[in-house]
């Protein structure tokens, strides 16, 4: 798999240092990773991915 350049939240914080981390992908998808578990990778689309950044920000998931 080619590297990617990975972009972590500045909210992330803790000894851990542990998040979900983002990276763009070829053809215009998007990658996901828990930084903790960086093997394993879900893929998405940018409309999906902004439907969830807005549903968090509205505190959807709460």
Same mark, same amino acid.
Do not use: E, I, K
């Given at each position: 798999m080619p590297q990617h350049e990975w972009r972590k939240s500045s909210? @992330?914080?803790g000894p851990n240092n542990?998040?979900?981390e983002? @990276?763009?992908s070829?053809?215009?998808l998007i990658r996901l990773r828990e930084s903790d578990r960086p093997a394993d990778v879900i893929t998405t689309t940018p409309?999906?991915?902004a439907?969830?950044?807005r549903t968090v920000k509205a505190?959807?998931?709460g």
């Open positions: 909210f @992330s914080t542990d998040c979900v983002v @990276s763009p070829p053809g215009g409309a999906t991915w439907t969830l950044l505190g959807g998931l």
